[in-house]
T-cell receptor, first 117, second 115 residues
Framework: AQKVTQAQTEISVVEKEDVTLDCVYETRDTTYYLFWYKQPPSGELVFLIR??????QNEISGRYSWNFQKSTSSFNFTITASQVVDSAVYFCALRGPYTGANSKLTFGKGITLSVRP | DTAVSQTPKYLVTQMGNDKSIKCEQN?????MYWYKQDSKKFLKIMFS???????INETVPNRFSPKSPDKAHLNLHINSLELGDSAVYFC??????????????FGPGTRLTVT
């Protein structure tokens, strides 16, 4: 069975602080895919990144960076110099390598990030 | 153009009623999903259809019946609504490939409130 754990439930930071959102996953698949989605107060789910299990390179996109470590089954997300617009719920999700019945996304419980001015 | 659209965006109804939520995607994807987000923000798969065939049915009460008239549409019909059905329902789609793992595109969500 697949499982995603986001142990942090709520994080509050002051603008311009760096913040790291943790994600730990469990799967028996050797090939799998990890995702981060953002849910701002408006409610939609915004895709941030997709990473497959064979690509352990860290990725940076502007103020966002992701650290994938297979050895610790973690896929952490760092926001540098946070801004008020980063306030949202952030979900980490896991998906297997298959189509069909195993194509579902398994989500963590989400981390509510509040960035104060 | 909206990639995945849902109607209505808000739905308020009384217990015992029957209601439907519609979802359409214009991405040409062959797989569509319904997810439920509860009051604690937890997101969980309900159903998945691939080319109009039911693929995933995750122990959802049989009061919920998905219907896919074609691969661009996946509707969700709910009979005898209960208070516990209040949630946000998200439709999503993806283009499955043999390797799997494709990104899912989500609709804007439908907030269902049962009173």
């Amino acid at each position: 069975a697949q499982k995603v754990t986001q142990a942090q439930t709520e994080i509050s930071v002051v603008e311009k602080e760096d913040v790291t959102l943790d994600c730990v996953y469990e799967t028996r698949d050797t090939t799998y895919y990890l995702f981060w989605y953002k849910q701002p107060p408006s409610g939609e789910l915004v895709f941030l990144i997709r990473r497959n299990s064979f690509d352990e390179q860290n990725e940076i996109s502007g103020r966002y960076s992701w650290n994938f470590q297979k050895s610790t089954s973690s896929f952490n997300f760092t926001i540098t110099a946070s801004q008020v617009v980063d306030s949202a719920v952030y979900f980490c999700a896991l998906r297997g390598p298959y189509t069909g019945a195993n194509s579902k996304l398994t989500f963590g419980k989400g981390i509510t990030l509040s960035v104060r001015p | 153009d909206t990639a995945v659209s849902q109607t209505p965006k808000y739905l308020v109804t009384q217990m015992g009623n029957d209601k439907s939520i519609k979802c359409e995607q214009n991405l040409g994807h062959d797989t569509m999903y319904w997810y439920k987000q509860d009051s604690k923000k937890f997101l969980k798969i309900m159903f998945s259809y691939n080319n109009k065939e039911l693929i995933i049915n995750e122990t959802v009460p049989n009061r919920f019946s998905p219907k896919s008239p074609d691969k661009a549409h996946l509707n969700l019909h709910i009979n005898s609504l209960e208070l516990g059905d209040s949630a946000v329902y998200f439709c999503a789609s993806s283009q499955d490939r043999p390797s799997g793992g494709e990104k899912q595109y989500f609709g804007p969500g439908t907030r269902l409130t049962v009173t």
